[in-house]
């Protein structure tokens, strides 16, 4: 079993776009969670009813994917081009090796169970 687990954030805004792009190449399924955080913008400051306040935490997207590790280039390069906006806080990808995969309805295991 070769499958890689890919965890990516992204700007809240492009998520339809890159589900869109995904679904494209042929991705089944994809977690997604609300998250925040911060990277090299180290969030940025506001200004609420006359107030300026600091955000440390800057709102994202992280997408995870398990996918057969032929894939994975074509998921990286499709995330990262509809995810990119040119500008600071476009986000991360990692890829990992994932040990197993369980489909729990069936029992399969590794490229099965995607």
């Known amino acids: ?14 998520l339809e776009d890159v589900r869109e792009a995904l679904v494209g190449i042929g991705i089944r399924g ?3 969670t609300e998250i925040k955080g911060f990277g ?30 032929d894939m994975v280039d074509q998921i990286v390069s499709t995330i990262t081009t509809s995810a990119r906006t040119g500008k600071i806080g476009d986000g991360k990808v990692f ?3 994932l040990q197993q995969a369980v489909r729990v309805r069936t029992g399969e295991t590794g490229d099965d169970a995607l």
């Open 1 to 14: 079993m070769n499958v890689k687990y890919i965890v990516a954030t992204i700007k809240p805004f492009l």
């Open 30 to 32: 994809i977690m997604v």
């Open 40 to 69: 090299a913008q180290s969030g940025h400051t506001e200004i609420y009813r006359g107030a300026e306040y600091t955000v440390n935490y800057v709102p994202k997207m992280k997408l995870e994917i398990a996918a057969p590790d």
């Open 95 to 97: 890829v990992m090796d």
